[in-house]
């Protein structure tokens, strides 16, 4: 199936840096997620997207909707350990409410 | 409250054997969705149930895939017979009429075929 194009694939950052990362698509979404995967865990929505050129924070986190409507940027400020884990974006497809097609994942590790 | 509930955590079966997961979505969530996400690779949907219909079930291998949905509450996945591409973590979710905010993920099962 289907698969989002993120980048990087992984990163090593030392603590306190901030990181960015981001997704794309060929196709055009409705919405943009993003979600963070912890081991052993399912996914966790951080944020949300729902309009064209949105860009919406959760506390250290700044998430942007693409005005094409075919990407969507993550950026983490001042990275600490908790932040560890694998982010994966999501587009809601227009044609079906409901379903999430996800990106290929960024894998996130923090130094001390 | 509680989140969507899966079992079992982990599995590990030979190939050709049956396998079923279970689970429990958060209550009063319509919407059930089984994903399934191999390593190194985010999750792909299977099928998706409104209540207790399969309206998107496209993307499963139907020849040993099936799954149900009694009552609209509780769903099990099966694989019949499985084979050595079939491991992987199956991730069961649920939501409200589809909203993307309460879209809740299980913490899957894990499964190994050897």
């Known amino acids: 199936g289907q698969q989002l194009n993120q980048s990087p694939q992984s990163m090593f950052i030392q603590e306190g840096e901030d990181v960015s990362m981001n997704c794309t698509s060929s196709s055009i979404f409705n919405t943009w997620l993003w979600y963070k995967q912890d081991p052993g865990e399912g996914p966790v929505l951080l944020i949300a997207l729902y309009k064209a050129g949105e860009l919406t924070s959760n506390g250290r986190l700044t998430a942007q909707f693409g005005i094409t409507r075919k990407d969507s940027f993550l950026n983490i400020s001042a990275s600490i350990p908790s932040d560890v884990g694998i982010y994966f974006c999501a587009g809601q497809d227009p044609g079906t409410a409901s379903k999430l097609t996800f990106g290929t994942g960024t894998r996130l590790q923090v130094t001390l | 409250e509680a989140g969507v509930v899966q079992s079992p955590r982990y599995k590990i079966i030979e190939k050709k054997q049956p396998v079923a997961f279970w689970c429990n979505p958060i209550?009063?969530?319509?919407?059930l969705y089984w994903y399934r996400q191999n390593l190194g690779q985010g999750p792909e949907l299977l099928i998706r149930?409104?209540?207790?219909?399969?309206?998107?079930d496209s993307q499963l291998p139907k020849d040993r895939f099936s799954a149900e949905r009694l009552k609209g509450v509780d769903s099990t996945l099966k694989i019949q017979p499985a084979e050595l591409g079939d491991s992987a973590v199956y991730l069961c979710?649920?939501?409200?009429?589809?909203?993307?905010?309460?879209?809740?993920f299980g913490s899957g099962t894990r499964l190994t075929v050897v």
């Open positions: 209550s009063g969530h319509n919407t």
């Open positions: 979710a649920s939501s409200l009429g589809g909203e993307v905010y309460g879209y809740t």
């Open positions: 149930y409104e209540n207790e219909e399969a309206v998107d």
